[in-house]
């Protein structure tokens, strides 16, 4: 109902709606007025956590979060709903497209391949920080497309490397990762749009629950269903027993390189859920995002664990990748549970700096899904200064 109203005011304003559209959906803003409570944050100095508490950096001002409320109110659930449910969202993605191609005619960054034993990992900068990517058979020359939101750079890609592009994987129903499914699959005539039912994303034709497993020729990839950002999240594992290789993780954006997605469609206890998933997988499990987020959310560890040597031998060099312009995926999740907050809501210095505090009540996963949404709560305030 909202939403319907919403529309309806929308009607007779033009410019002034799309601009202020356009605004809302750039994130959500900070809350000036609990900014007058403020409070010192502390946090243990290693990543093992067993340190006396540090102080944590002076760049992050406390505002106590206000119990029981979705840290994505902010964002607008009338608004939330006219870009995931009617055509204001897809002209936004549209006007997306068209800058990022003006502005990167060859892509936001340089990216290399990943070969292993006759399987090609091919990551494509598309918009202004996303990535799809092509996961090819090179025997069978056959490929499988994840997210793959601008058609023409996806189908330049499929034609440079010489394949057929047999499956599109999509993990959910953001514009800007779903966005090309109709383009390529009608190009494609014998191609698979995957993704879930709960998402409505376009063009779907096979729908997959949890556990589902996609083959494509010596390919093999299980899809896990991780909600939290959407209703129907899914990630897709590409097992890597058949290559003998290394399992790659294709994450969409339930997790990125020391960060995770916002909660839009769901409570902290669901994202909570999802990334326990993921971190049931193998240490050596390659991390491939639906973004470039990395310096930034690199930057947001260090105000909440600034002693945390593995974060700053991270961010050194992602520094040096982004100075050339250069990918920085895949991570492995090794390396993401020894920076990545969002992966440590375990870590008892996070737990007693910015966790409900003494005397609470209540079991372990509760205390872990509080600090989750306190976490996503200050980087959201954090990218918004």
């Not at 006759?118 to 918009?127: E, N, R, S, T």
């Not at 083959?215 to 999240?233: K, N």
């Not at 040096?320 to 312009?325: A, F, G, K, L, V």
């Not at 999740?333 to 209540?362: D, I, K, M, W």
């Amino acid at each position: 109902m909202a939403a319907v109203v919403a529309a309806t005011a929308l009607k007779g304003r033009g410019a002034r709606n799309a601009r202020v559209l356009r605004g809302i959906l750039s994130g959500a803003t900070a809350n000036k007025a609990s900014q007058n409570r403020t409070r010192a944050l502390q946090s243990h100095s290693s990543p093992e956590c067993k340190e006396e508490p540090e102080p944590l950096s002076p760049e992050l001002e406390y505002i106590p979060r206000k119990r029981g409320k979705n840290p994505m109110k902010a964002v607008g659930l009338a608004w939330y709903s006219l870009y995931t449910r009617t055509w204001l969202g897809y002209l936004f993605y549209r006007q997306q497209l068209r800058r990022a191609r003006n502005r990167y005619p060859k892509g936001h960054s340089k990216t290399q391949p990943c070969l292993f034993n006759g399987v090609k990992v091919l990551p494509i900068p598309v918009l202004s920080d996303n990535y799809s990517y092509l996961i090819i058979d090179t025997q069978a020359r056959l490929a499988v497309a994840v997210d793959p939101s601008d058609p023409r750079a996806v189908q330049a890609s499929i034609e440079k490397e010489g394949v057929t592009l047999v499956a599109i994987l999509c993990t959910h129903k953001h514009w800007d990762h779903s966005g090309g499914n109709r383009d390529l699959s009608r190009r494609h005539r014998d191609c698979r749009v995957y993704g879930s039912p709960q998402d409505g994303i376009p063009y779907l034709t096979h729908p997959l629950c949890h556990q589902d497993v996609v083959s494509v020729g010596q390919l093999q990839i299980r899809a896990l269903a991780t909600p939290g950002h959407t209703q129907g999240h899914l990630v897709y594992l590409l097992d890597g027993e058949p290559y003998k290789g290394p399992s790659c993780l294709f994450s969409g954006d339930l997790l990125f390189l020391s960060g995770c997605g916002r909660t839009f469609e769901g409570t902290a206890e669901t994202m909570l859920s999802s990334l326990d998933t993921v971190l049931g997988l193998g240490d050596d499990t390659l991390l491939w995002p639906g973004h470039e987020y990395a310096e930034e959310n690199l930057g947001f560890a260090g105000v909440v664990e600034p002693e945390n040597l593995a974060r700053e031998r991270k961010l050194q060099w992602v520094q040096r990748q982004r100075m050339e312009r250069k990918s920085t995926c895949p991570s492995t999740l090794g390396e993401e549970r020894s920076y990545n907050p969002f992966l440590r809501t375990h870590c008892l210095a996070l737990q007693e700096a910015l966790g409900p505090g003494p005397g609470s009540v209540g079991d372990d996963d509760c205390s872990r899904a509080q600090l989750l949404e306190e976490l996503r709560r200050l980087k959201d305030m954090h990218k918004n200064k």
